[in-house]
């Protein structure tokens, strides 16, 4: 009995240094990455999702974006959640988080390769709903694309346009490997609260994982 409690005992003793081994690193992930977002000046709500999608794991270890609607920025995390850059990013003239065009809808969804490879940027999809984004292009096609990005007022980068739009160069230095892979993209919503959206509306035992699958055997 005293060689089977002193066993148990010692597994025990495992399993908790073991947890606490796992646990610093995680920990240090998050206090990186709040450190790094504060930094870029980002909204509380943005460094409340990355880091609740870091440290639940709800990006299952893919690359992912948070898209800042009310504020008008991107921000870029790599699989291991470090930011990789930020950028001011042109989302739907409407302030509504549905579906309803010309709206930018809120919530999460999964990158689709097979849709991006016949688009011009990069698709995500959430059941029957899909959100797009590409770059803009420098010259008069542009229009006044990258004026709006260039403002300071988050309400000229309201675009009539259907896909979020952001600078060809950012484009190409932090999201242009995204169209070939799989990714999460992260719409804050305009008018309802991140929990509700990101958390709350959350089928009872769906994952990311069940999620990924869906998306791949049910492709628009």
Do not use: C
């Amino acid at each position: 009995m005293f060689q089977t409690g002193l066993i148990a005992a010692l597994i025990g003793f495992g399993l908790y240094f073991d947890h606490e081994a796992a646990s610093a690193p995680a920990a240090q992930t998050l206090a990186a990455l709040r450190l790094e977002l504060a930094r870029e000046q980002a909204a509380p709500e943005v460094q409340q999702v990355a880091a609740w999608a870091v440290d639940s794991l709800d990006h299952a270890g893919l690359p992912f974006i948070v898209i800042d609607k009310a504020r008008a920025r991107l921000f870029a995390f790599d699989p291991q959640g470090r930011l990789q850059g930020s950028a001011p990013v042109l989302p739907a003239a409407s302030r509504k988080d549905g579906t309803a065009a010309p709206a930018t809808p809120a919530g999460r969804f999964v990158a689709d390769p097979r849709l991006s490879a016949h688009s011009d940027g990069i698709v995500w999809v959430r059941a029957d709903t899909v959100l797009s984004l590409r770059s803009v292009a420098s010259g008069a096609a542009a229009r006044r694309s990258p004026q709006r990005l260039a403002s300071d007022n988050a309400q000229d980068k309201r675009s009539a346009e259907g896909s979020l739009q952001v600078a060809a160069d950012f484009y190409r230095d932090y999201l242009s490997e995204l169209r070939w892979q799989e990714s999460v993209a992260y719409v804050l919503p305009d008018g309802l609260p991140w929990q509700q959206v990101f958390g709350l509306a959350r089928l009872p035992g769906e994952t990311l994982f069940t999620f990924v699958q869906s998306a791949r055997r049910n492709p628009l």
